[in-house]
């Protein structure tokens, strides 16, 4: 079957995406549990490059921030938790096409499942109606994200090194101590220490996430 659910292709259209090949589709809301020969992870290649440079090109149009501030907001606006959280504003898990196992599991809301497959979508909606339609619909789909404070903090991580460079304390060190889960929902337990300092532990669905919830609860027990 190379065919789309009808409430899928009702879903897709009204959220914005311009369907022509059904098979297309059909492979960007298939997860590798499915045991079928084409599943979404071609087409999230592709559009992990559509969203950074549409979100590139956003910020750098609407802002006159340093280089530093741009990357900063850029790489919060296109990590992968804010795809996953893009997934659920435009209603995606029930579409998802998962093997019994993993949809046992819960990898329908897994931040690793949704925010591959956001992108996905968006390398789908690339081959079909081109870079401008695109871009269009991630301005919509993005726009409270951009136009809210995402990633205007300081990332944790920087916080927690100019705090240690500040306080003339060695560098913090991370390291994974533990991984758990199956393949789809990994999770990564990642301490941070800084010698005569202390540590800490925190754990999260990605190593970079694990890394930097750990640097800010450092942070907050020891800043």
Not at 63 to 68: N, P
Not at 115 to 140: C, N, R, W
């Amino acid at each position: 079957m190379t065919g789309l659910e009808p409430d899928t292709r009702d879903w897709l259209t009204k959220t914005g995406f311009v369907i022509r090949d059904d098979a297309l589709w059909r492979e960007a809301l298939t997860h590798g549990s499915t045991g079928e020969a084409r599943d979404y992870q071609r087409l999230e290649f592709l559009g992990d490059r559509v969203l950074g440079l549409t979100i590139a090109d956003w910020l750098y149009s609407r802002s006159d921030g340093a280089e530093g501030d741009l990357a900063q907001r850029l790489n919060a606006l296109v990590s992968r938790q804010m795809c996953a959280t893009r997934a659920r504003a435009i209603a995606a898990p029930p579409h998802i096409r998962l093997g019994k196992q993993a949809r046992d599991d819960g990898a329908a809301d897994s931040d690793n499942v949704l925010g591959d497959v956001m992108e996905a979508l968006l390398g789908a909606q690339f081959l079909e109606a081109g870079f401008d339609a695109t871009k269009t619909l991630i301005h919509t789909i993005w726009r409270d994200a951009v136009e809210g404070r995402a990633g205007t903090a300081k990332h944790p991580k920087s916080a927690l090194q100019e705090w240690a460079a500040g306080n003339r304390r060695k560098s913090p060190s991370y390291k994974v101590v533990d991984t758990h889960g199956p393949d789809h929902a990994r999770l990564y337990t990642v301490q941070v220490s800084i010698p005569n300092v202390g540590e800490v532990e925190a754990t999260a669905s990605g190593k970079q996430d694990a890394e930097t919830k750990a640097a800010r609860l450092f942070m907050e027990k020891f800043g």
